[in-house]
């Protein structure tokens, strides 16, 4: 795909403009962040935290996941105005710059008080993930070590939920493994289809370096490689559903492995990581 190039696209006079409300929402990166918010309630009520204990993780990991995003957008800014990328509300105009800032400092401080409420170690876990997610969006994109961020926050989410839990037991092996894996592929899926915009302004993260197809390959093995711990990891016979699940999860990778510079491959790691969530929460519970 080729580098995007700078232009200006006007409203027509007679459409209103966005409200502040609906550009925050999109500089959020909404889709990503309600997956992960409703993937940490699923896991909740798996473990048992009731009612209040799985709505006190929502809202740590929803300000968690809002500020991610806010700060996201801001910190790509100056490159988004280079590349001309009219889907982004910052870019756009939809939303203030200072508006953003001040909404993910907000967020962050929130999330905060809300993760500490769910135990201090919990609570600890979840701000190192927070702030793994940060380093990512102001550092550590830039780098060969792009994937660590999202690898280590995906981890530590399930621990997030089990530590809350008297005991504070940590989940099992394969849990964490799952999740580590799932999260290294959503980096390598959702920087597909930026590759050259990164490249031209100087974003070179592991996916960058190694190229799409090379990237797209691997987030396939990833995620290939996530699923299988999810059905091979729990004790007892894998079940039908596990079985299907693994054929099911090869096919999607290998469709959207034929179009590795476009959405699809997210897309597609973004069904199978729905369909997984089913074993997951299986897991979690036994």
Not at 142 to 170: H, R
Not at 204 to 221: D, E, F, H, I
Not at 271 to 279: F, I, K, P, Q, S
Request: charged residues 10%; aromatic residues 4%.
């Amino acid at each position: 795909m080729p580098p995007r190039t700078q232009t200006t696209t006007r409203l027509p006079e007679s459409a209103a403009p966005p409200s502040t409300v609906t550009g925050l929402l999109a500089a959020c990166h909404p889709l990503p962040a309600a997956a992960v918010t409703l993937f940490s309630a699923a896991l909740a009520v798996a473990a048992g935290r009731g009612l209040s204990g799985a709505g006190l993780t929502v809202a740590a990991v929803a300000a968690g996941q809002l500020s991610v995003g806010w700060c996201n957008d801001r910190a790509d800014l100056r490159r988004d105005l280079a590349t001309g990328r009219r889907d982004k509300p910052l870019v756009t105009g939809a939303v203030p710059a200072a508006t953003v800032t001040r909404a993910a400092a907000l967020a962050l401080l929130l999330c905060v008080p809300l993760s500490l409420a769910c135990g201090l170690l919990a609570g600890a876990v979840h701000l190192l993930a927070v702030a793994a997610a940060w380093a990512y969006n102001l550092r550590l994109k830039s780098t060969a070590a792009s994937w660590f961020p999202y690898a280590l926050a995906f981890g530590l989410l399930p621990a997030f939920v089990t530590l809350a839990l008297p005991g504070a037991p940590w989940p099992p092996p394969w849990l964490t493994a799952a999740a580590v894996l799932l999260g290294a592929g959503a980096h390598f899926t959702n920087v597909l289809p930026d590759i050259d915009d990164d490249l031209a302004t100087g974003v070179v993260g592991l996916p960058q370096r190694l190229g799409v197809r090379v990237s797209a390959a691997l987030a396939g093995l990833l995620v290939l490689g996530s699923t299988a711990a999810l059905v091979l990891g729990p004790p007892g016979p894998v079940t039908a559903y596990g079985r299907v699940l693994l054929v099911a999860t090869a096919a999607a990778l290998l469709l959207a492995g034929r179009r590795p510079g476009g959405r699809l491959p997210f897309l597609a790691t973004m069904a199978v990581a729905g369909l997984d969530v089913v074993l997951l929460v299986a897991g979690l519970g036994g």
